[in-house]
């Protein structure tokens, strides 16, 4: 029962603030580093942002810079989006995904990632 599930999507209108939340059950005590990645209709998925196990190495997309803020709390096993300024243009479905044993680092590719989670729709109205 390895798994990732994310929570906290839902339908906001543009400006406004969506915090995603992915919880994470069955791998304990590892350094990996955790994504998030998003899927609009008839799209491919994109790369968001990512950050290290410890925290010390964060990236962000361009599309989100200056927007989007990612964390972790290692002890509570989850990793968390701040999403801010939203616009219609983040409507996709958001997921999750582990790194394992990236360590000091963090893929910023979804071929770099080991297991994924179901997403959440964001939906962001004009």
């Known amino acids: 029962q390895v798994q990732l599930v994310e929570s906290g999507g839902g339908l906001v209108q543009a400006g406004g603030s969506l915090r995603l939340s992915c919880s994470a059950s069955?791998?304990?005590?590892?350094?990996?580093?955790m994504g998030w990645f998003r899927q609009a209709p008839g799209k491919e998925r994109e790369f968001v942002a990512a950050i290290s196990w410890s925290g010390g190495r964060t990236y962000f997309a361009d599309s989100v810079k200056g927007r989007f803020t990612i964390s972790r709390d290692n002890a509570k096993n989850t990793g968390y989006l701040q999403m801010n300024s939203l616009k219609p243009e983040d409507t996709a479905v958001y997921y999750c995904a582990a790194d394992f044993g990236s360590n000091y680092d963090v893929s910023r590719s979804a071929p770099g990632y080991d297991l994924w989670g179901q997403g959440t729709q964001v939906t962001v109205s004009s």
């Open positions: 069955g791998r304990t005590f590892r350094r990996d580093g």
